[in-house]
């Protein structure tokens, strides 16, 4: 598989409880940047905010990048996310004629529904990243009644969407390429190459949105006209005082 893969370093796994947790132990053990950690199931899938995350047997793609920056600073880090939704959304559309879009910060959806989504998570000292773990979920082959009752009205797979059956196992080899030149380019140049990409295949740019956003004790709702991104990845939001806000992460509703 590396020869195929280009990638030095893969840790393949039948079950796990989470890759993102996985790639985190093989960080102290010493794995090297760019380590791959993939999983065939997850028993503790994760979410944002201690949300789950449904990882099946199979029907899945679930897996984690470690990355062991050598000068990012914290700031110029939280983009890697929509760097990651612009990659894989452009891989879609572009490769195999799937419309994935991307809502911000970190949904993959085709049609109205979810089918991947993106868990970013860091240390940080105050100056630099010591390591950053980009956890991917995309649902690939389930359909409808393979989802828990509670996700089948939001969640959907490529093939649900396509009736087209796909081989995880060609299809990571691919992600994992683009992914990993993305990753190797956004450490040298930041988000700028990469923002027009993402600004293509976004849902939420233009739209009246209303967003949660939370804090270290409370939950804001804000509502507002989603009217850009920065530079640095954060939503630009104009009020309903016409005050322009950055929201840096947060939740459409
Ligand atoms: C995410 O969180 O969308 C991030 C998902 C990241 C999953 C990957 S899999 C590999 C790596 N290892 C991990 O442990 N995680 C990462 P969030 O925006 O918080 O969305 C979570 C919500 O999506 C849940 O509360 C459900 O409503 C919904 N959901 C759960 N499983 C789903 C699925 N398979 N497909 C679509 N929606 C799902």
């Known amino acids: 598989m590396n020869s195929k893969l280009n990638v030095d370093n893969i840790f393949y796994y039948q079950t796990v409880d989470s890759t993102n947790l ?3 132990k093989h960080f102290e053990e010493g794995a090297p940047s760019f380590s791959v950690i993939v999983a065939e199931e997850q028993k503790q899938g994760r979410g944002r905010l201690g ?3 449904f990882s099946p047997r199979h029907n899945g ?11 990012l600073s914290p700031e ?3 983009p890697i996310t929509l760097v990651t939704a612009a990659v894989l959304a452009a891989y879609f559309n572009e490769k195999i004629n799937l419309p994935v879009k991307i809502k911000w910060p970190n949904d993959l959806l085709l ?3 979810k089918v991947g989504g993106i868990l970013t998570e860091m240390k940080a000292e105050q100056d630099r990243i010591i ?3 980009i956890g991917i979920g995309i649902n690939v082959n389930q359909q409808n009644e393979d989802f828990p009752n509670e996700l089948r009205c939001k969640a959907t797979s490529l093939a649900g969407e396509s009736g087209i059956r796909f081989r995880c196992e060609n299809l990571l080899p691919a992600l994992l ?3 990993i030149k993305a990753y190797k380019l956004f450490l040298n140049q930041g988000f700028a190459p990469f923002k027009q990409r993402w600004e293509i295949y976004n849902v939420t740019l233009g739209r009246d949105i209303s967003i949660i956003v939370t804090g270290v004790a409370s939950e804001e709702s804000i509502k507002g006209t989603a009217l850009g991104i920065t530079s640095g990845g954060a939503l630009r939001l104009r009020d309903h005082r016409g005050v322009e806000q950055i929201i ?3 939740e459409i509703k």
């Open 22 to 24: 996985t790639a985190l």
């Open 51 to 53: 949300r789950s995350w």
């Open 61 to 71: 793609l679930w897996f984690s990048l470690l990355l062991r920056p050598d000068n």
């Open 76 to 78: 110029n880090a939280s």
């Open 111 to 113: 049609g109205e529904k």
């Open 131 to 133: 390591y950053l773990i």
């Open 177 to 179: 390429d683009e992914l």
């Open 248 to 250: 840096h992460s947060g």
